[in-house]
């Protein structure tokens, strides 16, 4: 059976916060079920459209999946559970917010197979999550992972941010504390993107420019400042028993999160849900981002009416078929960003041709630079490619 990840989005939120750019937004409850309706009929017509895969993972995103009643999210994975063939070993993530989940929900979550949860915390300075326009304090993130602990996850995601406005390394240092203290399984250590469109952008962007141009900064921390946060963050986890396997990501015990290796390694994988995308055969598509177009779609096809579209699913706006030099390109930019880089093997395996036929030239400048090595088969970024990780995988763009 082909190996296949799902991806499934939930967009609500208790409130949009400042910096977020996702495809989420404040809904009731009854917009909720009617989407998650919507969703499971996707789930089900998804399944028929790719029979013959087994499922290895289970992504639930947001938005604040974890902000849905247990009833519905009980439904989701029931629905995938019957409709598609389940890895007895599958990792199946939610994610989830302080302050949205009680011991019943997370009872629940266990009952139906949940085994992985990813909470966001942001910061452990009540200052910081207020900038961020956060729901929740720090005390409610302890009270939120108590919760998780008691109920009996050990594997277990906690988000960070670094290069918050103010942010210094005490503060940092603060909050990296704090939660190593806490010994999660996995931390995400993300540097604070201005993203058009957000509360943020209006309020940040000439900062941001100023910061991006290595100028001195009012609120942002500068280029230079913002690195110091980062490496802080890496030798810190490092020195707390966090393997960094992935530019943003850290696990101990090996508890690295599989959902994601499968996105840099390109496992197929299909996209449920609001503004989701799927990966399959080499195709990439986008579904449709209008939410009451997505549950008018899947009400239609629940009522049995021939939903008209020229694409593959009528749940698609967008789709394309990637060329071998589009893939050869995903290929290194997604491998890459994994500390253990992309085996020369899985290039030839997928491609038919040897790597050094096609990148040769840049791979040997790239290591005389000092900006890449090779061991066992394997090329991966150096400490210092992966400080300038945008500026060496644009290197491998094909003309």
């Not at 979550?109 to 949860?117: C, D, E, Q, V, W």
């Not at 940040?204 to 490496?231: C, I």
């Not at 390109?329 to 093997?345: D, T």
Request: hydrophobic share 35%.
């Amino acid at each position: 059976m082909t190996p296949i990840e799902l991806y499934i989005h939930i967009p609500f939120c208790v409130k949009k916060c400042l910096y977020c750019d996702f495809l989420s937004g404040v809904f009731d409850e009854k917009m909720q079920r009617r989407y998650v309706a919507a969703l499971c009929t996707e789930i089900k017509y998804q399944a028929k459209l790719h029979p013959g895969c087994l499922v290895s993972t289970i992504y639930v995103g947001g938005g604040t999946p974890a902000w849905l009643s247990e009833d519905l999210m009980d439904a989701i994975i029931t629905t995938v559970k019957q409709s598609f063939k389940l890895d007895p070993l599958a990792e199946i993530s939610v994610e989830c917010n302080p302050g949205t989940l009680s011991a019943e929900k997370l009872n629940v979550y266990r009952s139906i197979g949940i085994n992985r949860l990813s909470i966001g915390l942001q910061s452990a300075n009540d200052d910081e999550l207020k900038i961020l326009g956060r729901i929740h304090d720090y005390n409610r993130f302890l009270h939120t992972f108590d919760l998780v602990r008691k109920a009996g996850f050990d594997n277990v995601n906690v988000d960070i941010m670094t290069g918050l406005p103010h942010q210094t390394v005490q503060k940092l240092e603060k909050t990296l504390n704090a939660v190593t203290m806490l010994r999660p399984e996995h931390i995400s250590a993300y540097s604070l993107i201005i993203e058009k469109g957000t509360p943020f952008y209006e309020k940040y962007k000439f900062d941001a420019v100023k910061q991006q141009a290595g100028m001195d900064t009012e609120e942002l921390p500068t280029d230079e400042e913002s690195y110091r946060l980062y490496k802080f963050t890496m030798d810190y986890l490092a020195s707390k028993g966090y393997e960094r396997y992935e530019i943003s990501n850290y696990a101990r015990n090996g508890k690295i999160c599989r959902h994601n290796v499968g996105y840099w390694d390109r496992v197929p994988y299909l996209g449920i849900g609001l503004g989701s995308a799927s990966l399959y055969n080499n195709v990439r598509a986008n579904n449709v981002r209008d939410i009451y177009k997505y549950c008018e779609i899947s009400e239609a096809i629940e009522s049995g009416k021939n939903v008209q579209t020229e694409l593959s699913s009528p749940y698609f706006e967008s789709e394309e078929e990637l060329s071998k030099k589009d893939a050869m390109e995903e290929f290194m930019f997604l491998g890459l960003r994994k500390i253990n880089g992309v085996a020369r093997q899985d290039f030839f395996n997928s491609f038919g041709i040897e790597i050094d036929a096609i990148y040769g030239p840049i791979i040997t400048a790239l290591r005389h630079q000092g900006f890449m090595d090779a061991k066992e088969g394997r090329l991966f970024l150096t400490d210092i490619g992966i400080d300038v990780s945008n500026q060496v995988l644009s290197k491998f763009l094909l003309d």
